[in-house]
């Protein structure tokens, strides 16, 4: 009675402690083959590793082996040939020398590369990331990016994400001779990616070795992103977020539509963005160093133009007294309005923000090509926004 009673306790606790020992020796031996340094893999929980893993492989589904344009943009980021890369395709002289450049090629970019899910889960990031967030690779990996941006700039990284949005077609370019159109939502596939809906796409790039074309879709935006960097190191930051300039593509694969009897439609698979994340100024843009290509300007937040240092007149032929009290816009290009607007509405609602390059009329008649890197100055009474400070560069 007893006895078999307290046997089969003790037989079911040791049913259960080895389940559990090899089952942490797979977690082990899972978390080795992660193309990660054996200090962090040694250290990971259980829930981390499989965040990882599923990472990982989401990876491989969307830069599949032999899509060589997409690796290569990997390689930028220092991914190395564990993420995605079909090392039979390649020397291993050459994987290196691809490898080495993409490592300079991070270091010259000063920022760090990033890919979202569809759904917002963060697929990769680069090491680089913590060097401008302060926020690990491990950390970042596999969670949802909605938990480290600001709340107001939610809804438009959902739009970042959307596939199709109007002034942002889809890229592509193929054999085909077809013209885009709207899409009709479809249900998530098994591997949870969503489908975009049926499409009639232009020109797309095929890939040999899935017998698939892709598209891309260019994303340029700004996001206020959680940063918990010690002050000193952080640069500008307002309420524990600093503004980052983002910039790369949306990628989808797109698969023929058979059953529809229109011709040239096709199945677009929604497969996440591709960016490099770029910290704006890092120091205050008062303290700025001026080179012989660089001006400086103050202005009210509607941009009326309050000071201009000496230097304008080097480049523009204006002397600054020809200028203050006139607005910025005056002196911008028809053609170049709109996106320096949109570029001005941002810097309103996050603080910071860098315009495109964009054509400012000169004293003589000409245009010279400037590129203006702006920050909202706030009162030291109020902590209300104050002025505009911009620092901007000629091409020469």
């Not at 920050?375 to 911009?390: D, E, G, K, L």
Request: with cysteine; glycine share 6%; aromatic share 8%.
């Amino acid at each position: 009675g007893l006895s078999a009673r307290c046997a089969m306790k003790e037989k079911s606790k040791n049913a259960a402690r080895s389940r559990r020992e090899k089952e942490n020796v797979e977690f082990l031996e899972l978390a080795k083959l992660l193309p990660l340094p054996s200090a962090i893999t040694s250290q990971l929980d259980k829930a981390s590793i499989i965040r990882l893993t599923t990472s990982y492989l989401k990876m491989r589904q969307i830069f599949p082996e032999g899509m060589w344009a997409a690796t290569m943009f990997l390689f930028t980021s220092g991914l190395g040939t564990a993420w995605g890369t079909d090392r039979n395709h390649q020397s291993n002289g050459r994987a290196a020398n691809i490898k080495e450049l993409g490592s300079h090629l991070l270091q010259t970019l000063d920022g760090f590369i990033f890919v979202v899910a569809p759904d917002g889960k963060i697929t990769y990031i680069s090491e680089t990331a913590s060097v401008h967030l302060g926020l690990s690779q491990v950390e970042l990996t596999g969670n949802s990016i909605y938990e480290y941006i600001h709340a107001y700039d939610q809804e438009e990284m959902a739009s970042i994400l959307a596939l199709q949005q109007p002034h942002h077609p889809l890229a592509c370019s193929a054999p085909h001779n077809l013209s885009t159109n709207s899409a009709t939502p479809n249900p998530t596939n098994s591997l949870g990616t969503p489908w975009t809906g049926t499409f009639q796409v232009g020109s797309l790039a095929t890939d040999s070795v899935y017998n698939e074309a892709s598209c891309e879709a260019p994303r340029n935006f700004f996001l206020r992103m959680r940063c918990v960097l010690a002050k000193r190191n952080a640069g500008l930051t307002s309420s524990g977020y600093k503004v980052i300039h983002c910039s790369g593509y949306l990628k989808a694969r797109v698969f023929p539509h058979e059953s529809l009897n229109t011709p040239g439609y096709c199945c677009v698979q929604n497969l996440g963005l591709v960016a490099v994340g770029h910290s704006l100024s890092p120091s205050a843009a008062t303290e700025v160093k001026l080179q012989q290509n660089m001006f400086m300007f103050r202005a009210s937040l509607d941009m009326k133009l309050i000071y201009l240092d000496a230097k304008v007149s080097q480049l523009t032929g204006y002397e600054p007294q020809d200028l203050i009290e006139n607005t910025l816009y005056q002196y911008i290009h028809a053609l170049d309005v709109v996106q320096v607007r949109q570029t001005h509405q941002t810097l309103l609602q996050k603080g910071q923000a860098t315009t495109m390059y964009y054509r400012f009329l000169t004293k003589a008649g000409g245009w010279r090509w400037v590129q203006s890197h702006a920050t909202i100055v706030h009162n030291t009474r109020s902590s209300r926004p104050h002025c505009i400070v911009s620092v901007n560069y000629v091409l020469r």
